[in-house]
């Protein structure tokens, strides 16, 4: 990923924007449909709330049900935001689909897990124990909402649907978009903060730009969304095995314990830093002599 940042225009900005676009516009749509599904199940036929944000009013009246609309709303955008990432890559010079398998090596996506793990549970604790959850009642909704259904809901809605729609669209598509217009720098930071307040609340919001600068490193390392994927969907699934279990509850009670475990967390996410940057290195060494 070495293009030349492009000049900035409207028409490149709008190129740049228009998958965050496409994607509130996505959202509503299953939202609408999801809300139709509740009110035949309901048995009623107007909604019958003032607000304008369909998703607002689910997740205030229907928190259990979050998760279901999260997943059909990454059933209809994943096909949509696959088929605009490969047409990307396909307009990109010097790019190969046989690079996206050979970065799938152990080695990097091991890496890439242990350090979305660690940098996961890091942010959570630091967080949690500070004061930001209380400035945030939108973020208390939220963690309600995600944690109402069974535990195979959440897997398969936040740990693997939610994971491959957010990469597909700020890794895959704004990121790679951004890099081509921006630079790399710029990249990750604008795609992360975007990533950060798409999250609508300020502790997730926090820990979305923090994670996502992170994943986007990965997407600049391995040049493919494959691994940020990975990465994400490990990170999640570790925290819902880890929150559903207690092990979180229990790590945030003791307070050295939970100092401790932070900042052993933060020592492995810098180990997995180093063996990502290796990683990265010897890969691009191995396609450069391919071409």
Same mark, same amino acid.
């Given at each position: 990923?070495?293009?030349?940042?492009?000049?900035?225009?409207?028409?490149?900005?709008?190129?740049?924007?228009?998958?965050?676009a496409?994607?509130?516009?996505?959202?509503s749509?299953?939202?609408?449909?999801?809300?139709?599904?509740?009110?035949?199940?309901?048995?009623?036929?107007?909604?019958?709330?003032?607000?304008?944000?369909?998703?607002?009013?689910?997740?205030?009246?229907?928190?259990?049900?979050?998760?279901?609309?999260?997943?059909?709303?990454?059933?209809?955008?994943?096909?949509?935001?696959?088929?605009?990432?490969?047409?990307?890559?396909?307009e990109?010079?010097?790019?190969?689909?046989?690079?996206?398998?050979?970065?799938?090596?152990?080695?990097?996506?091991?890496?890439?897990?242990?350090?979305?793990?660690?940098?996961?549970?890091?942010?959570n604790?630091?967080?949690?124990?500070s004061?930001?959850?209380?400035?945030?009642?939108?973020?208390?909704?939220?963690?309600?909402?995600?944690?109402? !259904?069974?535990?195979?809901?959440? @897997?398969?809605?936040? =740990?693997? /649907? $939610? #994971?491959? *729609?957010?990469?597909?669209? +700020?890794?895959?598509?704004?990121?790679?978009?951004?890099?081509?217009?921006?630079?790399?720098?710029?990249?990750?930071?604008?795609?992360?903060?975007?990533?950060?307040?798409?999250?609508?609340?300020?502790?997730?919001?926090?820990?979305?730009?923090?994670?996502?600068?992170?994943?986007?490193?990965?997407?600049?390392?391995?040049?493919?969304?494959?691994?940020?994927?990975?990465?994400?969907?490990?990170?999640?699934?570790?925290?819902?095995?880890?929150?559903?279990?207690?092990?979180?509850? !229990?790590?945030?009670?003791?307070? @050295?314990?939970?100092? =401790?475990? /932070? $900042? #052993?967390? *933060?020592?492995?996410?810098? +180990?997995?830093?180093?063996?990502?940057?290796?990683?990265?290195?010897?890969?691009?060494?191995?396609?450069?002599?391919?071409?």
């Amino acid at each position: 990923m070495k293009q030349r940042p492009k000049t900035v225009a409207v028409g490149n900005l709008l190129h740049v924007c228009a998958p965050l676009a496409l994607y509130y516009l996505l959202s509503s749509l299953a939202a609408s449909i999801y809300m139709q599904f509740l009110m035949f199940e309901a048995g009623f036929a107007v909604l019958g709330s003032e607000s304008a944000d369909v998703q607002e009013y689910i997740l205030r009246e229907y928190p259990g049900r979050v998760l279901q609309m999260v997943l059909l709303t990454a059933l209809i955008a994943v096909p949509v935001f696959g088929w605009m990432y490969c047409k990307d890559l396909k307009e990109r010079k010097g790019f190969s689909f046989r690079h996206m398998v050979i970065v799938l090596e152990l080695r990097p996506v091991s890496w890439a897990a242990l350090g979305s793990m660690a940098l996961a549970l890091a942010l959570n604790l630091i967080f949690l124990s500070s004061p930001l959850p209380g400035w945030s009642a939108g973020f208390r909704q939220a963690q309600e909402a995600m944690y109402q !259904g069974s535990i195979w809901m959440e @897997l398969a809605a936040s =740990g693997a /649907a $939610a #994971a491959v *729609m957010e990469e597909l669209l +700020f890794r895959g598509l704004l990121y790679g978009r951004m890099r081509e217009l921006l630079g790399a720098g710029s990249a990750v930071l604008w795609s992360a903060l975007a990533f950060g307040v798409c999250h609508g609340n300020l502790v997730q919001g926090v820990y979305g730009f923090l994670m996502g600068c992170f994943l986007a490193y990965l997407m600049e390392r391995f040049g493919t969304v494959l691994i940020p994927i990975l990465a994400h969907m490990s990170a999640n699934v570790f925290l819902i095995f880890l929150t559903e279990g207690g092990g979180l509850d !229990g790590l945030l009670q003791k307070p @050295l314990v939970w100092a =401790g475990t /932070a $900042a #052993a967390c *933060m020592v492995l996410f810098a +180990f997995s830093m180093a063996l990502i940057w290796a990683s990265g290195k010897a890969i691009s060494g191995e396609k450069q002599e391919e071409n």
